[in-house]
């Protein structure tokens, strides 16, 4: 059933509706985080998509503008090109470090190339049908993308610590994402209907798009859960950073009280013996308490002490540590 005046069928049609809501949506997450590049890949992956549905939906059309042949070479270049996005997609979107030679190079040898030599066979013959039999190279090509894949999950999940199940999923939702494109020169040389060609190659990156979406979600929990353990920690250290600069402070108190008490000793000109009584009775110790830790006779320190007080002008030991720390 052909959409009126058109020659899309409904089921591309509704591929094209829910490809432009998630093209809207990748869209708006990329000016919310525009530093993400796996959103770029995804954005592209749409784009060609959607490129590749209305074109191959649309065309060829004689109420639209261009002959048959210009039409067929631009349905058929979205359908070479897009597969070719698949390597570098993959390459880049699932770090499969063993596909970087199909990603830079092989597309253009096996994909690109082999679409101008359909153009140009389709030109000189001027018959689609005999053009087809081109379509045997990405075939084959395809296979060859298959075996690497399965090289490239299995190299990547053996030299890294990631989940086994993560990759068995992984390498089963980018085997069937592909393999619809393998069946696609199937499809085409057969003149199978528009809607299970659109089917077979949308659901297919669809699934692709889902599980890198999938990934790239659970990486950015984990990096949440990485930045909460992080402010917690940064909370932590911002505690004892705190402790240790009040014990510093308290510290620096202490030294200044007792470089003041010095200085005050200094001032009323105790000596030396005078000034370790006095820094013992400042700190709370008994005549027998500073007799012991000068071992000296308690009347040799009360009469030390009455000294301190005629010099200080005091007449007790509160008034001596005040006096001492402030004057």
């Known amino acids: 059933m052909l959409l009126p005046g058109t020659e899309m069928h409904w089921v591309t049609f509704g591929f094209v509706c829910v490809e432009l809501v998630i093209l809207f949506y990748l869209l708006i997450h990329q000016f919310a985080r525009p530093d993400d590049k796996t959103i770029r890949l995804n ?20 109420d639209l503008p ?3 042949f210009i039409q067929e070479c631009i349905a058929y270049a979205t359908g070479f090109i897009t597969p070719a996005y698949f390597p570098y997609y993959v390459y880049k979107a699932f770090s499969l470090e063993k596909m970087k030679f199909h990603a830079r190079r092989g597309v253009f040898y096996f994909l690109v ?20 039999n081109i379509l045997v190279i990405p075939v084959l090509y395809a296979l ?11 190299y990547k999940y053996r030299t890294t610590d990631s989940n086994t199940h993560n990759g068995k999923e992984e390498a089963g939702v980018l085997f069937f994402s592909l393999t619809p ?24 990156f669809l699934l692709l798009l889902a599980l890198h979406v999938k990934q790239h979600v659970a990486q950015i929990r984990i990096e949440h859960e990485r930045l909460i353990a992080s402010e917690i920690q940064l909370l932590s250290w911002n505690e004892q950073l705190q402790e240790e600069v009040n014990k510093r402070t308290r510290e620096l108190e202490q030294i200044t009280k007792e470089e003041r008490f010095y200085k005050n000793c200094k001032y009323y000109q105790l000596t030396s013996r005078e000034e370790e009584i006095a820094l013992l009775i400042y700190k709370g110790y008994s005549h027998k308490q500073v007799a012991e830790a000068l071992f000296i006779a308690e009347r040799t320190v009360a009469k030390h ?3 301190i007080f005629e010099k200080v002008n005091v007449s007790n ?11």
Do not use: C
């Open 66 to 68: 261009g002959s048959f």
């Open 305 to 307: 002490v009455q000294n």
């Open 181 to 204: 494109w393998v069946g696609l020169p199937f499809i085409t040389y057969f003149n199978l209907s528009q809607s299970v060609e659109a089917t077979v190659t949308n659901t297919g």
């Open 113 to 132: 190339f082999p679409y101008f030599m359909f153009v140009t066979v389709f030109a000189i013959s001027n018959d689609l049908e005999h053009a087809k």
């Open 144 to 154: 060859w993308v298959l075996h690497s894949l399965q090289k490239s999950i299995r």
């Open 43 to 62: 954005i592209v992956l749409i784009i060609l998509l959607l490129a590749y549905n209305v074109t191959g939906g649309l065309l060829p059309d004689p």
């Open 317 to 327: 030991r509160l008034e001596l540590s005040r006096k001492l720390e402030v004057v």
